[in-house]
């Protein structure tokens, strides 16, 4: 196992933007020079007894941890788990579910990000602001959802048969499985505690989208009894889930759930098949995006603050034709052309509108649908996209610190640790007579600052011709720019180069940035982090990334088709225990179907029982254990007074009530099943 | 295959709830005392100080802000003041911003102390705490974005949205008219029969999900169908119309309406413990308002010799304590309905920092203003220069305002509180 995993990785993002001042200690009354505390020699403080591989721990060779070796042949594939759809998921999700164009999750708590990605499922938890901001969602959604795009029926006939088929087969829609008789039986029972159709179908809507089924992904596979070890096998529905969330970010079409319920998505081949249908769809774009815009942060694009009198010309109109400029260079890198991390690294043309051409200083006004060549200007690939050179860079100025930490920790996956407290940190200020070279040179001759910076402002500086708003520079306020620059202590992609240009040839070749990008593909799909545990994983398919070339297509077909996208790890050994029968025990034994009088030959069972104090809920089974047919009866005693019954006819709505089948269900064959219920206040 | 709590331990907020440290108070009770304050309100901004032109002059009760420095706009509030120098962030498990954004309300344990306070109050108000935020989330939550932390959740996460805010805290109105439960009741308890169910079926396997998920339902289960709140009675606040709520321009905007709605959830007793969190440590958002031109965290490393450079953060510091003083005029303006003074009478309301001196990413005399009559809890109008001491101490100090006995606060082997606060 490589250095570069197992617990050195720090996970915090540390977006120090530092740089060191002329000298150290020039702040007034400060306790001159006490770097570090407690880490010897590294840097930053760490606390006695923190686990090694902390922020001070992770070097930008990726210092090893000490860790327990790992049976790579036992370990094959992640835990068991449950993933909570992110709020991207979740919008796309609602929007597909019922036609409407969601932004709810917009208003969430923000996903919680590591290593760049929103989607880690150890992070993704349902807080109390996020249970409240999704009943909110909840109440929005189903007050408003247009019932007959979920189920035909609703602009029919709005009868019990329709709300059954709303729990059915709307629920499997948004459970992205068919569920179980009693799981349809309780949220049919909780609409028929609405006094009518439409309040019904709406307060099951508002439970559906509330419901874990709803709001996780489930992994959790089963257990082939007669298998040895911990392997769990994935069924088909949550492979569906798994392509439809890795490849579009949303709920499974139909197709994908046709082809789960066909039972023909669990083997690899039946997989590719899905893969090859969805990735030729533009609906795969957007995860592509995702992808490329959180492993170079690059969705701060419109709102990272800017010294608006500095960039007047950044106008937030600018701002959205940056993003949308490098939305359109990914969708055509990796969908048009090379769709490899070569050509999103390289291509030297790009997408634009007539406004940012101008912003860009480029004579021509284009026509975004058509590659304009930026090799005038030195650009090439999305580093040097307007979007990628705004984020990383100070709010009034460029930033070789932040464009170089942007290459070392984002593609060559070294992260740094911040710098070692009690120095005095000052970005250089703005100098008219100076370059940016000259006024970060404290970082190279300075010794606790050049430690780090030497694996950043040397990369950095090579992005010179670009100011603090993506736009090109021939010199730096008169001044000349030298563009030269260096990667240093890098695992295998260390030597000087000129020009950004050179830079990226230097990374387009490396194989450090290959696995990186390898990797960052690794936690974004799985959205799991690298630990002890999960090296053989990562490793397995890293050198599977490797070897398949880097297209995009390989890429998913590494993805999807490697045990971990079939199978999970977990201890067949847990039994749960029998489940808490339903209804809980009766306080009123005249309503209990213990004193029921029925039919001879029936078998009458509660199978849901709802009890809020001033009122209740309750639905019956019924069994027709006779060799003949019956044509049923009940008679059970109501306490308070029933307002609400279903699939049975009833003699009175209080008391003793005699109920009887609708037309449907009156007769019940030898061995045949039905149902009936009711609710009422007290 | 288990994902190992080393493992998880800095890879996601839930990590502090399993901190090996995550040691709790000693048998925590609650004695209140007569003049325990009602509620404590935290307010945060970023990015450390530069103290010659945070501290006051003098010391004790004979004490001056100077001209031009960053607390004079408290000025007129000096009376009801407790200034704290001195106080050092101990024992943190990691440095510079990230790791003071973590320590400040934790002192390196878990959970935070708003929501250990919170917690053991357990009072009978719709909310057990409420957090609201300023610009908190454009960076998603982490480390450096998020302050609070409770033993269930990891991240306490603050609505940055005052419109969703208002909803959330007084749009009330859905409790159902007539008998029975409302609908949002009945599909809440549908919905945690079926983790209860989900968690039977999984044991162990993704208890602490499944845990942290059924409680958020069930405190939301408490609130529903409860008498709605309006905003017109909770001290007029009406519902706000803001567009655009994330763009730097609208950060004073934003600020001021959550601030609005932070003294009307007070004078509804919405909650005992709630936080204001502007932006967050490392922010970007440029004071333009105030005259800056940089964004708040380049200015915060301003070297001593950029005059200009430091006095635009001291301005910017500035700005927050206008704002400081404006919530403490709002908070002082609405009677309690008991007739026990106006709301910052029976408040604790405390400004805490991330960091000490900004520019050196330290620990060292982490700048604390506490506010308010709490009740006469406080002794106040001083500025106390407190000699290098643990801010654990000061933790520790407010849960025992609060009337918890407890012995300290975060990590192990720092105990003791701050008496001369009281006396």
Not at chain 1, 14 to 32: R, S
Not at chain 1, 68 to 83: F, N
Not at chain 1, 113 to 131: E, M
Request: include cysteine; charge should be negative; hydrophobic fraction near 40%.
């Amino acid at each position: 196992m490589s250095a570069r995993f197992g617990s050195a990785v720090a996970a915090v993002s540390l977006l120090w933007l530092a740089a060191c001042g002329g000298e150290i200690g020039a702040v007034q009354g400060a306790p001159g020079g006490s770097p570090a505390r407690g880490a010897a020699g590294s840097g930053a403080p760490v606390a006695p007894g923190a686990p090694a591989g902390t922020a001070a721990g992770a070097t930008a060779a990726g210092a090893s941890a000490p860790a327990a070796p790992v049976d790579c042949a036992e370990v094959q594939v992640g835990p068991r788990r449950l993933w909570r759809l992110t709020s991207a998921q979740y919008d796309n999700t609602v929007s597909d579910l019922f036609g409407i164009q969601s932004t709810f999750a917009q208003g969430f708590p923000a996903d919680e990000v590591v290593h760049g990605f929103s989607n880690n499922a150890d992070a993704l938890i349902v807080t109390p602001l996020y249970a409240d901001k999704l009943q909110a969602a909840a109440q929005d959604i189903s007050s408003k959802a247009d019932l007959t795009k979920l189920v035909a029926c609703a602009s029919g006939a709005k009868d019990d048969n329709c709300l059954r088929e709303l729990a059915t087969k709307f629920g499997e829609r948004i459970f992205r499985r068919p569920l179980q008789p009693a799981e349809a039986d309780r949220y049919f029972s909780l609409a028929k505690t609405a006094p009518d159709f439409e309040s019904g179908a709406r307060l099951m809507l508002l439970a559906q989208l509330q419901s874990p089924n709803f709001l996780y992904r489930f992994e959790l596979g089963s257990h082939d009894a007669k298998e040895q070890g911990t392997r769990f096998a994935l069924n088909d529905y949550e492979i569906a889930s798994e392509l439809a969330y890795l490849l579009w970010q949303t709920t499974p079409d139909d197709a994908l759930l046709t082809a789960a319920r066909g039972g023909m998505l669990h083997e690899p081949a039946q997989v590719r098949v899905q893969v090859d249908r969805m990735l030729a769809s533009p609906r795969a774009k957007p995860v592509v995006r995702a992808f490329v815009f959180e492993w170079l942060g690059l969705s701060a694009v419109t709102t990272v603050p800017k010294d608006t009198a500095r960039f007047p010309e950044l106008t937030p109109e600018i701002r959205a034709a940056l993003l949308a400029e490098a939305e359109r260079f990914v969708d055509h890198v990796m969908f048009a052309s090379g769709s490899s991390l070569s050509a999103l690294l390289t291509t030297p043309a790009t997408y634009l509108d007539g406004a940012l051409a101008t912003f860009y200083g480029l004579a021509a006004a284009a026509d975004p649908s058509r590659p304009v060549s930026l090799a005038e200007q030195g650009r090439r690939g999305i580093l040097t996209l307007g979007a990628t050179l705004l984020t990383h860079a100070r709010s009034n100025d460029s930033s070789p610190v932040h464009r170089g930490k942007l290459v070392r920790e984002r593609l060559l996956c070294q992260l740094l640790p911040p710098p070692p407290a009690g120095l005095n940190i000052q970005p250089p200020p703005l100098d008219p007579t100076k370059t940016a070279r000259e006024r970060y040179a404290a970082h190279s001759s300075v010794e606790p600052c050049q430690s780090c910076h030497r694996l950043m402002d040397p990369i950095g500086f090579s992005f010179e011709h670009f100011d603090g708003v993506g736009r090109f520079r021939p010199d730096d306020n008169g001044q000349p720019i030298d563009a030269h620059g260096e990667i240093l202590d890098s695992r295998s992609t260390n030597g000087k180069f000129d020009g950004v240009s050179e830079l990226i040839d230097m990374l387009d070749a490396s194989p450090d940035v290959e696995a990186c990008y390898s990797l960052s593909w690794l936690r974004f799909a799985y959205g799991m982090t690298e630990s002890t545990e999960s090296s053989c994983l990562v490793d397995r398919m890293q050198s599977a990334l490797n070897d398949s070339g880097g297209s995009l297509g390989a890429i998913f077909s590494v993805l999807t088709q490697a045990d971990q996208f079939y199978a999970r790890t977990g201890d067949p050994t847990y039994v749960p225990a029998p489940p808490v029968a339903e209804p809980e025990p009766d306080p009123s034994p005249a309503t209990g179907s213990g004193d029921a009088q029925m039919t001879a030959g029936l078998d009458l069972q509660i199978t849901q029982s709802n009890d809020w104090g001033g009122g209740y809920c309750k639905t019956y089974q019924l069994k027709n254990t006779s060799a003949a047919p019956i044509t049923w009866s009940v008679t059970l005693l109501v306490d308070g007074k029933m307002n609400n019954h279903w699939e049975c006819e009833a003699s009175a709505d209080t008391g003793s009530v005699t109920f009887t089948g609708a037309a449907h269900n009156a007769t019940l064959m030898a061995g045949a099943q039905g149902q009936f219920g009711f609710c009422a206040m007290r | 295959m288990k994902v190992t709590r080393r493992n998880l331990l800095r890879t996601t907020g839930a990590a502090l709830i399993a901190a090996p440290f995550a040691r709790l108070i000693a048998a925590p009770r609650r004695v209140r005392a007569a003049n325990s304050p009602k509620r404590i309100i935290f307010w945060f901004t970023p990015n450390g100080t530069v103290h010659k032109f945070w501290r006051p002059t003098g010391s004790g009760a004979q004490f001056d802000f100077p001209a031009g420095s960053i607390l004079e706009p408290l000025a007129a509030r000096k009376a009801g003041l407790l200034i704290l120098d001195g106080l050092n962030f101990e024992r943190t498990r990691g440095g510079s911003h990230e790791g003071g954004m973590e320590h400040m309300l934790t002192g390196g344990g878990a959970p935070s102390v708003d929501q250990f306070i919170a917690s053991q109050l357990n009072a009978m108000t719709p909310f057990p705490s409420i957090e609201l935020g300023v610009q908190t989330s454009a960076w998603g939550a982490g480390v450096q974005t998020r302050m609070s932390y409770d033993d269930k959740h990891g991240f306490v996460h603050p609505d940055d949205d005052p419109v969703a805010v208002y909803r959330r805290l007084f749009g009330g109105g859905d409790a159902a008219a007539g008998d029975g439960p409302s609908p949002e009741s009945r599909a809440n308890d549908l919905v945690r029969a079926e983790l209860k169910d989900l968690e039977r079926q999984l044991g162990s396997l993704e208890k602490q999900k499944l845990d942290a998920h059924l409680t958020s339902l069930t405190q939301l289960s408490k609130r529903i169908g409860g008498a709605a709140t309006s905003g017109a009675a909770c001290g007029g606040v009406a519902a706000p119309k803001l567009t655009d709520s994330k763009s730097n321009e609208r950060f004073p905007d934003v600020g001021a309406l959550q601030m609005d709605l932070l003294v009307a959830a007070a004078a509804c007793d919405s909650a005992r413990v709630l936080s204001l969190q502007w932006t967050h440590t490392v922010s970007p958002t440029i004071l333009s308002w105030a005259g800056a031109t940089e964004g708040h965290h380049e200015l915060s490393h301003k070297d001593d010799s950029n005059t200009a450079g430091v006095a635009s953060f001291v301005q910017s510091e500035r700005w927050f304590a206008t704002q400081f003083a404006s919530f403490l005029d709002k908070l002082d303006a609405v009677q309690e309905p008991d007739g026990s003074g106006t709301l910052l009478d029976t408040s604790t309301v405390i400004w805490t920092k991330e960091l000490g001196d900004g520019r050196l990413h330290d620990f060292k005399s982490v700048p604390f203003v506490i506010a308010g009559g709490g009740n006469g809890y406080w002794k106040l109008g001083r500025y106390l220069q407190l000699g290098d001491q643990p801010h654990q101490k000061l933790l520790a100090t407010l849960c025992q305002s609060m009337g918890l006995q407890v012995d300290g606060f975060g990590v192990p082997d720092i105990t003791g509180s701050l008496p001369e606060l009281t006396t």
